[in-house]
């Protein structure tokens, strides 16, 4: 039996507002080494705020939107806080659907997923954080992007964590950009992607359903924690996952790309 796989993804541009829980505390999460460049980071995003012309170039957002943002950043000591799994909203997310998954299901997420933040570096399910906006490449501190300055130091977290475990990588490329997959010894690494027939039958990545599709499998990861866990079954269990979008995996079309066995799934 493989031990609890462990499932990379990025957080949400979108975030629920308020919470129940006390204010930022960085010794209670997860990951404590990067506290310090968490605080880093915190401190120059408050300082920030204050400024709406650069909190305007550096998250990309303006209007009622920037707004919101400035005064989430500002108040990142004090504001009420809620769990990860709880803050962080959206299309993969609500295709994950974590609220309805049995109970074993939500443990194997809660030990095994690890969420990328621009903010926090990497946070898990449960961790206890306020509404804030930082893309991990904004560039932030001495002109470097928030995937630079995690890069080493998410690296090394990681290193501990994936030994003698199956990685699902699903992060994008701006997350995938945080971290050395090769610094990182686990005892297999899979990568997604979803395909489609173009008119001329030429194969296209499909992006506008990624994000439901990637939810759509993380929740068929965690309710299959056993197949998921070893590197011979992991494949078996990508093979009976089908999207009701018509998705299913291709072995003709996966291949092994850059130390990772890439699951390609195709819209039959």
Same mark, same amino acid.
């Given at each position: 039996?493989?031990?609890?796989?462990?499932? *990379?993804?990025?957080?949400?541009?979108?975030?629920?507002?308020?919470?129940?829980?006390?204010?930022?505390?960085?010794?209670?999460?997860?990951?404590?080494?990067?506290?310090?460049?968490?605080?880093?980071i915190a401190k120059s995003l408050g300082q920030l705020s204050q400024r709406p012309r650069s909190s305007k170039k550096l998250l990309g957002v303006k209007?009622?939107? !920037?707004?919101?943002?400035?005064?989430?950043?500002?108040? *990142?000591? #004090?504001?009420?806080?809620?769990?990860?799994?709880?803050?962080?909203?959206?299309?993969?997310?609500?295709?994950?659907?974590?609220?309805?998954?049995?109970?074993?299901?939500?443990?194997?997420?809660?030990?095994?997923?690890?969420?990328?933040?621009?903010?926090?570096?990497?946070?898990?399910?449960?961790?206890?954080?306020?509404?804030?906006?930082?893309?991990?490449?904004?560039? *932030?501190?001495?002109?470097?992007?928030?995937?630079?300055?995690?890069?080493?130091?998410?690296?090394?977290?990681?290193?501990?964590?994936?030994?003698?475990?199956?990685?699902?990588?699903?992060?994008?490329?701006?997350?995938?950009?945080?971290?050395?997959?090769?610094?990182?010894?686990?005892?297999?690494?899979?990568?997604?992607?979803?395909? #489609?027939?173009?008119?001329?039958?030429? !194969?296209?990545?499909?992006?506008?359903?990624?994000?439901? *599709?990637?939810?759509?499998?993380?929740?068929?990861?965690?309710?299959?924690?056993?197949?998921?866990?070893?590197?011979?079954?992991?494949?078996?269990?990508?093979?009976?996952?089908?999207?009701?979008?018509?998705?299913?995996?291709?072995?003709?079309?996966?291949? #092994?790309?850059?130390?990772?066995? #890439?699951?390609?799934?195709?819209?039959?």
């Amino acid at each position: 039996m493989g031990r609890t796989p462990l499932i *990379l993804l990025p957080p949400s541009e979108g975030k629920a507002s308020g919470g129940e829980g006390h204010p930022l505390n960085f010794d209670a999460l997860s990951f404590g080494a990067l506290n310090p460049t968490r605080a880093r980071i915190a401190k120059s995003l408050g300082q920030l705020s204050q400024r709406p012309r650069s909190s305007k170039k550096l998250l990309g957002v303006k209007g009622a939107a !920037l707004e919101k943002a400035m005064a989430d950043n500002a108040g *990142l000591g #004090e504001a009420p806080t809620l769990p990860a799994i709880e803050r962080y909203t959206g299309v993969m997310y609500d295709a994950i659907g974590y609220p309805s998954l049995g109970s074993d299901a939500r443990g194997v997420f809660d030990r095994g997923v690890i969420i990328m933040s621009g903010l926090f570096g990497v946070v898990r399910p449960s961790d206890l954080i306020p509404a804030y906006k930082l893309k991990m490449g904004a560039r *932030l501190l001495r002109g470097k992007t928030c995937a630079a300055i995690w890069k080493p130091l998410i690296s090394k977290s990681l290193t501990g964590e994936a030994e003698n475990r199956v990685i699902w990588d699903l992060l994008p490329n701006e997350h995938s950009a945080a971290w050395d997959p090769s610094k990182v010894l686990c005892d297999a690494r899979f990568t997604v992607k979803f395909v #489609e027939r173009g008119p001329e039958r030429q !194969l296209k990545t499909v992006t506008h359903l990624s994000k439901l *599709l990637k939810g759509a499998l993380v929740r068929h990861i965690v309710s299959n924690s056993t197949e998921a866990g070893t590197a011979d079954s992991a494949l078996r269990l990508a093979a009976g996952f089908t999207h009701p979008e018509g998705y299913e995996l291709d072995p003709d079309l996966t291949t #092994e790309v850059d130390q990772a066995t #890439e699951l390609v799934f195709l819209k039959k």
